[in-house]
């Protein structure tokens, strides 16, 4: 046998109160240094053995070496590292520190727990897996713990070879006590054999007066031993079984024990407080919960402010004190402890309730760090497998330790109980995600809030739980009230959007169906959710909906993806709003991304209206051309007229036959098909009679298509003004278009106008399908495939003067502003009838939106669109004649670009460098109202790819920003639990 060092006899002398006494030659001790207890008859009882069926004990099998792949990880024990400072006498003292050891209790050797009652808890539960563990450190520290259980049936060590193994398995509850070394090490090292749930509890019992041994286990982690060389041994188990055996059930520790540990756990905890031993975990979340034996209560140090204790500089690991803030880290979601990726698995073990420390194992959850729960890290991702990753991060979720309290949640102003906390979230329809804080619930209707705010959600109604509704419980100031409950004004927007009557301060009860009446009026006015438009009009404003009611469309695709989706990504809606000066192509860029990200971008419905739109707005630029070619005719008459007059008889564009024929003549047929047209068009009539007078006039509108004269006519259509770019596309297929059995194409829809819903509001869900660049990519990035977002173009008059309508968009999280890059040289009414270059008119609207308070910190797209026609017209007309653009220096860029390129492919185009020159000129007038930086895109709305590009770089940029927003909140909320808290 190996002889006892130094180490050993210091954990002896503290064990003596339990075991034998040890021989007065400390030194001749060769072995074996727990020993038949021989004295007096002892007063209190002695903890026990309970015995183990043998046969019933499952043995891990030798993992194959094949199966060791070299990219495993095992994790690495390593020694704690003594300062030099301790002296050798500290060092018997805190005997063992050396070899502590922090791995996961569960990883290794787990074992089921059983507990009888609350003072006892017997070894006799199954062993999920017992033999020795070999950790890869080198070392080859291996650990018996069946040689733990001397025949005695006191605690001992038989063999003292490499305890440092034993201890190891008990660095959850050693570490638990906040320290990384000394004696709390040693009765834990032989005491706590803890596992992940209930080591508080244990601990307690070893508080109290009958203390309890508390071996335990992991629960469900014993068939996942990672990273550990488990070899079986059960021959050892044999050997101990027979003290098992006879050993008198018993319990295993006496109360002196309990005290000692105590008094000795107690002095380890100052003993952190002067040392600086280097593996002290920074951390106060030595958060020790003993059992109040009176009481019953918990008393544990309040972790609600968990700060480092012994500061860890910023930045560095709390484990092996490297790196630096860009070293990438994990956090525990208890006590914020953040560990480098070399360390975190040592450090968090197998985290069979997520990423927590295994000290801080059985803790709640830090409630800044809920929404995160579930959420994977980069970090983990390359460190585990994706089932690991997944199990882990459904423990996160779903474990006991990490649910939600009921004394942390009121409703209506009254503290929940578990019960009634137990009833809200069981009930059918019940709030997501809730967190601890104050809400307000309509009992009635069902409506859900955070107290102070709109609702936020439409939850099963008529609950028993909490207060009643308080009249300003979500602090509206609109003197309408709904259930008693004064609204706020996103809600009155919507019920005037949907147009429900507002007028007069009235009082609404509203029931759970939707169905609504005014206060003291019998009859039902209508029903809420089911008025048109109302779905969109609430998805958009962010207001709930009651669940069978949200199937507009987009919704399908959200559930059909949902189904896809892992569990944490459930319900991450990133809310992207698009706005756009007038004819900007906002509406281009809405019906782009339908037609690129939805599999079925148009529903039947739609389809059928754009249908008809298409074929009215057919008939306008008709109307247009007709009108175009009157007056054409006209001046060509009147030429004639004039030539005649100065007799010159060979005046060109008269036919020689007629008098009075131009080549812009129609016959009579047509000619009273144009009066008539014409006619309508002037009265407004257009959109009433067509389409449905289609079929009728299709035969003429073929023959009007193919008439010399139009098309004379459609040849000079530049000088039409009020034609629209988009008319020539229509006009060139009117024939077809005319046609009742005319079936619009995506491209179709994507160049029609006044597709525009009469509010304005558009919205569509979608997520980013995996595109050709997403080549190589690893599952994780799949993932990203599930993303959703929400696209919500509104129109300028859907902001109402001075943008007031803006705040209703307070959660989106990025707003997309586009501007047309032909607008430079044209001219718009500025709304009291000056004319204003159309450029200056969108940056106004632009600056209108970028400083409205609502945005303060929000993320800007600049579209830079239409760059088609940029490039078109750049060459004819100076960017210059905009006045915000008189310092375009063409040439001058031109050439330094050019000496500045190592690609020498020729100078970039003009409309290259007037588009880079107009993005940094939007870039510095946002930076010089906002303080910010203003991302920029290109696009040709018409272009599909273009436009992809353009909101997948929205996509990054909101994947840049939640990556700060993690990294700089963690890296403060160590610091600052407050203010994380009002972040
Ligand atoms: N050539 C070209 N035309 C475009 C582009 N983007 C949009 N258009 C056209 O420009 C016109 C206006 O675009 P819309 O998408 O209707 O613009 P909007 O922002 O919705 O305009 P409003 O509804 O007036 O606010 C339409 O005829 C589009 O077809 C583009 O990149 N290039
Ligand atoms: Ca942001």
Known sequence: MIKLDEKMKGLISRMVPLGAPIADNEDEID?????????????????????????????????????????????????????????????????????????????????????????????????SSLGTSRFSNGLDQSCELSDMVDSSGGLGFRDGQECSGELSHTGSSSDRLGTSNCKVHECSAVLGLSDGHECSGDFSHIGSSSGTLGISSDKGQSGEIRSSEILG????????????????????????LSSQFLSSAESSFKAEDSSNLPLTRGKKTAIVK???????????????????????????CYRCQKGNRFTEKEVCIVCNAKYCSNCVLRAMGSMPEGRKCVTCIGYPVDELKRKGLGK????????????????????????????????????????LSQDELVCLQSCPNPPTKLKPGRYWYDKVSGLWGKEGQKPCKIISPHLNVGGPIMADASNGNTLVFMNNREITKVELRMFQLAGVQCAGNPHFWVDEEGSYQEEGQKNIKGNLWSKAGMKLVCAVLSLPIPNKAANFSGEELINQVNGALPDYRKGMLQKLLLVGYNGSGTSTIFKQAKILYKSDPFSEEECENIKLTIQSNVYKYLGILLEGRERFEEEILKEIRSKRLLDQPDASGICEEGDNKTIYSIGTRLKSFSDWLLKVMVSGNLEAIFPAATREYAPLVEELWKDAAIQETFNRRSELQTLSGVASYFLERVVDISMADYEPTNTDILYAEGLTSSNGLACMDFSFPLSSHDDNIDASAQHEQYLRYQLIRVHTRGLGENCKWLEMFEDVGMTIFCVSLSDYDQFCDDGSGVLINRMDASRRFFESVITHPVFEEMDFLLILNKFDLLEDKIERVPLTICDWFHDFNPVASRSRSNSDSSISTGAPALAQLAFHYIAVKFKKHFASLTGRKLYVSMANGLESSSVDDALRYSREILKWDEERANFSASEYSIYSTEASNSA
């Open 31 to 127: 072995y074996s240094f727990a020993m038949e207890y021989q004295g007096p008859p002892v007063t209190y009882d002695l903890p026990r053995a309970v015995p183990i069926d043998i046969k019933r004990i499952p043995t891990a099998s030798v993992v194959a070496p094949t199966s060791l792949s070299d990219k495993m990880l095992l994790p690495v024990v390593q020694p704690i590292l003594i300062p030099d400072s301790v002296s050798k006498d500290q060092l018997k003292e805190t005997a063992l520190v050396s070899e502590c050891v922090v791995v996961s209790p569960t990883s290794v050797i787990a074992f089921e727990k059983r507990v009888r009652d609350g003072n006892e808890c017997g070894l006799s539960s199954e062993f």
């Open 233 to 256: 041994s059960l021959e050892d188990c044999e050997e101990n079984v027979d003290f098992l055996n006879d050993t008198d059930p018993q319990d295993w520790v006496s109360s002196e």
């Open 290 to 316: 003993f059992r109040d034996v009176k009481s019953g209560d918990i008393v544990h140090e309040d972790n609600s402010g968990v700060e480092p204790e012994t500061k860890v500089k910023k930045g560095l």
């Open 376 to 415: 994977c890290s980069r970090i983990l991702k390359r460190l585990l497998s994706e089932l690991e990753i997944r199990q882990i991060m459904e423990a996160e979720k779903l474990c006991e330790a990490n649910q939600l309290q009921a004394e942390y949640v009121y409703v209506n102003r009254q503290q």
